[in-house]
């Protein structure tokens, strides 16, 4: 079992690529903590999972936008679990919207969930591996929108590049303490997330087309990559990315 005996701690894990990932980490070994915002009811069954996996679970409520959240969910979690191995910031929004009228309250939401809400739960984590003085893996879920251009996306894409960026610089500030720090660019996974955004036929198909591998991702696809960068088998990655996209990325013509 590659995370046998770790803790991980997942923020936005009640749905979606969270919810696989929290699944799947238990699947190879680690007892989870979930951040869920609203979704009481999807945290529990994730929860549920992760038990009858014969690994343990606890569900901790918290908007990440609000800096307390971040203390307040390391500190649930260790009282749990006693320490904190990994952690993958997962959370975030992509409220599509045209630029040139984009709300101010959109804008600003989705930079507080995505990139604000990270940087404090990842000083979090990071204060407590810190103390814990044994290392650690820290994995931000940004995005193949780190890379590349969106239309209805202005708001969302330079969160993600954000969140490489703050991989980036933390795997500096951490390394001195053996705490690793990558991000994921996942391509389109099929989530509530672009529900409403794929709901176009023809959109759909377009992005399909585009992927090498023939299909849009689903949040299991998530889940190896993910194990990877939280096990020993990547003890000497830090400060990378890694694509998990079927080949969209290269895909010019
Ligand atoms: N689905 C996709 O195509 C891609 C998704 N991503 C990223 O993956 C991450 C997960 O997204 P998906 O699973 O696709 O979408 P999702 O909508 O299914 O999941 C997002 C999760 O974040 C939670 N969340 C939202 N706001 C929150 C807040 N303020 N506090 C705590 N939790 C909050 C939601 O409750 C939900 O559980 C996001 O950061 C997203 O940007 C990155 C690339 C592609
Ligand atoms: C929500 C989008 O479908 C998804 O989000 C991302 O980060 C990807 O680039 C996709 O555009």
Known sequence: MLLEGKTVLVTGASAGIGRAVAIGCAAHGA??????????????????????LGRKGIAIQGDVSDPATATAFVAQAVEAFGRVDVFVNNAGICPFHAFLDMPVETFERTMR??????????????????????????????SISALVGGEYQTHYTPTKAGLHSLMQSVAIALGKHNIRCNSLFPGT???????????????RSYMEGRIPLGRLGQPEDLVGPTVFLASDLSQYVTGASLLVDGGAYVNLQ
């Open 113 to 142: 969930v995505n990139l604000h809400g990270a940087y404090f739960m990842v000083q979090a984590a990071a204060n407590q591996m810190v103390k814990q003085g044994d290392g650690g893996s820290i994995i931000a879920m940004s």
């Open 31 to 52: 007892n989870v903590a979930l951040n869920f915002s609203r979704d009481v009811a999807g945290a529990n069954a994730a929860v549920a999972e992760i038990e009858a």
């Open 189 to 203: 996974i099929l989530t509530d997330i672009n529900k409403d955004d794929l709901a176009d036929q023809e959109k």
